[in-house]
């Protein structure tokens, strides 16, 4: 009994440690967010260019950042260890928290009535202000949303912030339930492991209804993300009547001014598509002299045309594992999608549920999946494809889920008029009415399973157990950069990164923007 209890006390010390890294990650998160979203956002010029850098940093893994971690925070011994190994940590777990929340500042503002920004300015509000009174709290609704998103995200990757290696050198916190749960996975306990498990459920639980469930129930009461209830947001800085004033004037000023404006329109309209071509062309430019520089170095040095070759089938392979585990996502996926949807009447349930399976992170299930896969033939193989599929299923489904809220009732009673059911209603109705969520999480459940190949192609228990590989798949990207980073490579770990970088930009520009275009023209 005594031993028991003195586990759920070395548990909860260790999940508190872990929660504590997660919180403050969380913070500095919001904060860089809220920085990179608005001015992306705000300025048209800047937005071009952050935002497709924030798409290609949210499908690289976060291994990518374990060289910068060792350099700035561990190896120069500023900081005393201790501390630099949780800056370590907390800095890895905002390198998977931030992208998410500053797309969703960049949407907020995006979306924000011009109205607003224009009667501050007749308002003569200062850029201080218009920050703290308009930008942040009409971001706020979108940040806890995504925050909550970015928090799974984080716990996915907690085990691997919590133990990082680098030039064949590994290093882990003293404190935390990642690296204690893989303790206790290869401690031959079974029982200690589910306890474990538990503790680290309850306090995703607790976390998800103390924290999130009432930050999330504050911002949509306030109903600032709806444009037609906006004027919340300008309670704080201007009582209804001076506002209609000033609203009014802005309006007669703005009529006065419109033939002025039909005038310099169609110069407007000429000078920002000699903008956009100028662009494209310095975009070409670069690629060109980008590509005469590799080539220059492959011929100067042979072993980089090795390297690159290895890089390239690594990345074929996990792109065959990766979009295979994404069919049967899919397979599944759609058909629980739309019994949920359509069907069920106690979908609320079900989703309860499988948000708390959901928050399972699959890192953390890995030590047992392992071995429990291990005495079957390609156990690595296993292993990896069901990584993969815990990595993407919720994305997919927690997307459409949540896109079917805004269906149309329509839909609902064009079933129920024309009595259609089965197959045809499947095909005519709820399949079509799925696809834009469909769509949607499909980017998000690819990238992360991008992120999961570091732990699904190459797992070993380095930290603790001296060297013991757990699964291993043949040949991978998340395996290349494994390897190539613990022999302290960082060349060949650089090749790596640049080819995937470069597949993440391809796959962005020819699949998932000319499939959203096609979807806005048809549902838009």
Sequence with gaps: ??????????????????????????????????????????????????????????????????????????????????????????????????????????????????????????????????????????????????????????????????????????????????????????????????????????????????????????????????????????????????????????????????????????????????RKRSYRYLYVMAAIALIGVIAYLFVLYPILGTYEYEALISILASLARIWFAFAVILIIAIPLCTFLIFISKHSESYMLLFQIIASIPATILLPIVALALSPYPFHGELVAFVVFFLSGIWYIVFSVIASSRTLSSDIFDIKKLFHVKGGTAFRKIYLKAIIPGLVTGAVTAIAAEWNASIVAEYFTTTAIYGGTLVSSVNIGIGKFLDTSLSSGNLTLMFIGLVNLTVMIILVNMFLWKRLYSRLSKIYG
């Design 1 to 274: 009994m005594s031993s028991l209890v003195s586990l759920i006390i070395l548990l909860l010390i260790d999940a508190s440690f872990s929660w504590i890294r997660m919180f403050i990650a969380l913070f500095f998160s919001i904060i860089i967010s809220l920085i990179i979203g608005i001015y992306a956002a705000r300025s048209e010029t800047s937005g071009r260019i952050i935002v497709p850098i924030l798409d290609v940093f949210e499908t690289l893994p976060i291994l990518t950042f374990f060289p910068f971690v060792i350099i700035v925070f561990v190896a120069p011994g500023i900081l005393p260890t201790y501390i630099g190994y949780n800056a370590a940590v907390i800095f890895l777990i905002i390198t998977s928290m931030v992208w998410n929340i500053s797309f969703g500042v960049y949407e907020a503002i995006r979306t924000l009535p011009k109205e607003f920004i224009e009667v501050a300015g007749l308002y003569h509000l200062t850029g201080w202000q218009r920050l703290t009174k308009i930008l942040i709290p009409a971001s706020m609704p979108h940040v806890v949303e995504q925050s909550a998103l970015s928090w799974s995200i984080g716990l996915f990757y907690l085990v691997t912030s919590e133990i990082f290696s680098t030039g064949g050198s590994t290093l882990y916190t003293v404190q935390g339930i990642g690296v204690e749960l893989t303790k206790l996975a290869f401690s031959n306990n079974l029982g200690a492991y589910l306890a474990g498990i538990v503790v680290f459920v309850i306090f995703v639980v607790a976390t998800r209804f103390l924290f999130f469930r009432p930050l999330e129930k504050h911002f949509n009461k306030s109903g600032m993300h709806k444009s037609s209830e906006r004027l919340t947001i300008f309670k704080r800085m201007l009582d209804f009547d001076t506002y209609s004033r000033i609203l009014k004037l802005h309006r007669r000023l703005s009529s006065q001014a419109k033939p002025e404006t039909k005038k310099i329109q169609p110069e407007i309209t000429q000078t920002n598509k000699i």
